[in-house]
């Protein structure tokens, strides 16, 4: 059984803890922050074995060298990357396999928001660590890929069976929900979600992780291919790619 430990750090990260407690190891995925990692792992009597990073931003490595130096740990991250990403010592790829004690994940790549992005799936324990790829009701930026990249991406994360819970790395879900709602104002599931999310915001709780069923109804960024959906934006039939792109565009551009 895999303990999965959600740690908020800077302003809105997630920071995750995944700790397998026959063999004793820990990984930390995407560690912004060295300190609150460091208290956690303290508090719990955990040692770090290893940081899983998905991309090369600072809000997902900048803690990677102060926790080596602490821990000891070793950094894993994506080989095309391997320059951007401070300590690297195990450089992965699309379908690697790895193991942490007696769990194991599968290293997806899912390009878009960077030029390299990988996604950790662990199957058994139902969870994807996707970094900046897939966020609840929402899709990171495209800062260094195209959009076909993302969307592929986003099919991709798609196919993984529903019941899949989506650790991303943003607490950003109150204003993707703001945003979804100007394109779909009066689509139910889309309704009920955001009131859900409005009411755990206003009470300090997290939204994350969601579950991948979930996103399938109510993110518009994995429904660019939905027809009644692109009937909304007046994009009946147009290319997935295309409607996906213009409502990354609109994001971009949203209030
Ligand atoms: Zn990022
Ligand atoms: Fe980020």
Known sequence: ML????????????????????????AAVDPAAA?????ALAARGWRLSWVFNTHPHWDHVGANLALKQATGC??????GDSSRI???????GEGDALELGASSCKVLEVPGHTRG???????????LFCGDTLFALGCGRLFEGTPEQMWNSLCKLRDLPEATRIYCAHEYTLDNARFALSLEPDYPPLLQRAR???????????TVPSLLGEEKLTNPFLRADDLDFQARLKMRGERAVVVFAEIRRRKDRFR
């Open 35 to 39: 300190e609150p990692v460091l208290s």
């Open 3 to 26: 303990e999965i430990l959600q740690v908020p750090a800077l302003s809105d990260n997630y920071i995750y803890l995944l700790h397998e407690p026959e063999s004793g190891q820990t």
């Open 86 to 92: 401070p300590g690297i010592d195990r450089l992965v």
């Open 196 to 206: 859900q999310v409005e009411q755990q915001r206003a009470h300090n709780q997290p």
């Open 117 to 127: 992005h990988i996604a950790y799936w662990f199957a058994e324990a139902n969870a």
């Open 74 to 79: 070793q950094v894993v991250g994506f080989g």
